[in-house]
């Protein structure tokens, strides 16, 4: 999809604001607004899709420990003792 850009002023408060949750989740601002705007035209289901899939990434090495799998499918080596 083509990029335009868009210039808006917004308070220093706001400006920092948006840097700080972009910076938590771990995107750019622009990202970070671009979701905002998604979210309010209804495009909900594919912002939650997206953040879904960053979770998931995130915490592979978790899931992976916790239900015995690594990313090929294969069964993982449990340290508990557990199978």
Request: aromatic share 8%; glycine share 8%; hydrophobic share 35%.
């Amino acid at each position: 999809m083509a990029k335009t850009q868009l210039n808006v002023r917004v308070d220093e408060g706001t400006a920092r604001a948006a840097r700080e949750r972009a910076l938590a989740r771990g995107m750019s601002v622009n990202r970070y607004i671009e979701e905002l705007v998604r979210q309010d035209t209804g495009e909900v289901g594919h912002t939650f899709v997206e953040a879904a899939a960053d979770f998931m990434k995130s915490y592979e090495n978790v899931f992976a420990e916790e239900f015995g799998t690594d990313r090929e499918g294969r069964r993982a080596h449990r340290s508990e003792g557990r199978h």
